[in-house]
């Protein structure tokens, strides 16, 4: 609408201006409508990436790379064999070519029984000049440990369930409210849409099809650290134990659950229950030198369930190190805090976990005196812990 102005001359609106523009020249138009339409492809664009789930994001950024490598913590147990086996698979998924490295030992009969069951290929990690990929994925730890050249690892992506400050440069997925690694995993393949193959199903082939080898992993990864279920758990371990039963080998189950004992861990047991020493709800026991350290922890997971005993630590000895492994079912007593203040007291010790586990290591030598500190025996190593279980240290 013009209003009249002084000298009867009108005043042509903007809105006028801009419809007389467009009638003089359509090009205009078009320009708008061209302009209209890259800029909802855009804001779809960003929209749908928000919306891209965590497994799409990590396949995503598979199929941009032409290799991998897979790192576990440095004794893999089944919870991280297991997820390394699934970021494989999209890995396979992306066209990628992917290998899974560890830097320790595979020891415990468990562990050995999972990897030979599901037949899997671990390469050993002596140093970081064995890792081929630049592109490095962590599993079932967020900061690379246990080899030389450890510290220089910069991770591409990083799959977690323990707390910790690590990252990876393309994706970090750290949640310590999970009770395992291997629920993560599941949950990418869910998001993703693939079903578990059943064992009796052809494997080869498959698109979006999670073979039984990777989903019989993934459900033992889960089970070993929950303690089947009953332990640590969260709403994800039974989602994701329900979403990959179908592919569920039975048999091969089975056999990783219930592999042969070695002689000494049973002895490594009985010397625990043997040397405990009890002090109110709390129990320590050194059993000495031993050649498996993989027998400390399964003597702590014996020793805790004892009646009247609401948290342990088993200490042994093997090449200079005392070896510490913490159980506890006491809300009082987070056991890797309670290891990670008595490590502090000795340089050069390391120690860590969760509030119903943990494990240690510390150097005999500078338990002696070597470096700052005045030294701690083994019997002050005890009393340190007794007074860490209590929450006087």
């Known amino acids: 609408m013009r209003r009249p102005a002084a000298g009867g001359v009108g005043v042509v609106s903007p809105v006028d201006a801009t419809a007389a523009a467009v009638q003089e ?7 708008v409508v061209v302009g209209a339409l890259a800029l909802a492809v855009v804001l779809g664009s960003v929209v749908r990436r928000l919306r891209r789930t965590t497994g799409e994001r990590l396949l995503g950024a598979l199929r941009e790379q032409s290799a991998v490598a897979v790192l576990t913590h440095p004794n893999p147990d089944p919870d991280a064999m297991a997820s390394a086996l699934g970021v494989v698979e999209l890995a396979d998924a992306a066209d990628a070519d992917a290998s899974i490295h560890y830097p320790g030992q595979i020891r415990h ?3 050995r029984a999972f990897q030979t069951v599901l037949d899997l290929d671990f390469q050993h990690v002596a140093d970081v000049s064995d890792i081929p990929a630049r592109a490095v994925v962590l599993v079932d730890h967020n900061e690379p440990r246990g080899f030389p050249g450890a510290e220089t690892v910069d991770p591409w992506a990083v799959i977690d369930h323990h707390p910790g400050e690590g990252d990876g440069a393309a994706l970090t997925d750290v949640r310590p409210e999970y009770g395992s690694c291997a629920s993560i995993l599941a949950e990418y393949f869910e998001e993703l849409g693939w079903d578990p193959l059943s064992p009796d199903e052809d494997q080869n082939g498959a698109e979006k099809r999670l073979p039984s080898t990777v989903a019989t992993g993934l459900v033992y990864g889960i089970q070993s650290d929950t303690k089947h279920l009953t332990n640590g758990c969260s709403p994800a371990e039974f989602s994701a134990s329900a979403y990959l039963y179908d592919g569920v080998d039975e048999d091969r189950l089975d056999r990783i659950a219930n592999p042969q004992v070695d002689a000494e861990v049973l002895e490594v047991k009985a010397r625990a229950i043997r040397n405990r020493d009890v002090r109110n709800a709390f129990a320590v026991s050194d059993v000495g030198e031993v050649s498996n350290v993989d027998a400390i922890p399964q003597a702590a997971d014996e020793l805790v369930r004892l ?10 000895c093997k090449e200079g190190t005392m070896h510490l492994s913490g159980r506890s079912r006491d809300d009082r007593v987070h056991m890797g805090k309670t290891l990670r203040a008595v490590a502090d007291e000795v340089p050069m010790a390391s120690a860590g976990g969760h509030a119903r586990m943990g494990g240690g290591q510390l150097s005999l030598v500078h338990m002696e005196g070597l470096g700052p500190g005045d030294g701690v025996d083994r019997a002050g190593v005890t009393d340190r812990l007794f007074d860490a279980m209590a929450g006087d240290v």
């Open 307 to 316: 009646e009247g005993v609401t948290a342990v630590v088993v200490v042994g």
């Open 25 to 31: 020249d359509p090009l205009f138009w078009a320009a």
């Open 109 to 111: 009969q468990e562990n």
